[in-house]
């Protein structure tokens, strides 16, 4: 396998999984709102390559804001349906969150299962708002640094050149 970051040439393979990964409609999810004319954070936006070349995996970030504050949104994750169950997901959230972290992000939310995403740190955050009609059970952060959570409230927000 190879982790390498996205390339802007691997775009449509990219959405071609996503699409195979996710039902139709993903795309109008209130999380892609917050992306919309946002480029994502490209140097956490990776690839895993197979042994033949075959797109296996992918994860992509994007700058968001918590009642001002900065953060990432993670998401989408996806793991080709041949390739699940190896592993391959978490190999990606380990190493983009080891990258987050060297980029100096303070702090990572996304929208997912508890159960799921518990098993790398991340926690329900009662007082971060994601726009309707999300579940707020589903709203879950992690720290990339101590306390980086701590007082972080209100609405997320899309992220904007100079706010």
């Given at each position: 396998?190879?982790?390498?970051?996205?390339?802007?040439a691997d775009w449509w393979e990219v959405e071609a999984l996503y699409d195979l990964c996710f039902a139709p409609g993903r795309t109008a999810l209130s999380s892609y709102r917050l992306r919309d004319d946002v480029p994502p954070v490209a140097p956490l936006c990776l690839c895993l390559w197979d042994e033949t070349e075959a797109l296996a995996g992918v994860i992509r970030y994007w700058p968001v804001r918590v009642g001002g504050t900065p953060a990432l949104l993670l998401?989408?994750?996806?793991?080709h349906p041949t390739r699940q169950?190896?592993?391959?997901?978490g190999l990606l959230i380990r190493e983009s969150l080891r990258r987050a972290r060297r980029h100096h992000w303070d702090r990572v939310m996304l929208v997912g299962d508890a159960p799921y995403y518990g098993r790398f740190g991340f926690t329900?955050?009662?007082?971060?708002?994601?726009?309707p009609p999300t579940n707020p059970e589903r709203v879950l952060g992690l720290d990339l640094k101590p306390g980086a959570w701590d007082g972080v409230t209100g609405d997320v927000t899309r992220w904007t050149d100079g706010a």
């Open positions: 396998m190879d982790l390498e970051q996205e390339e802007p998401g989408p994750v996806a793991i169950g190896e592993g391959l997901a329900k955050l009662d007082r971060v708002v994601m726009p």
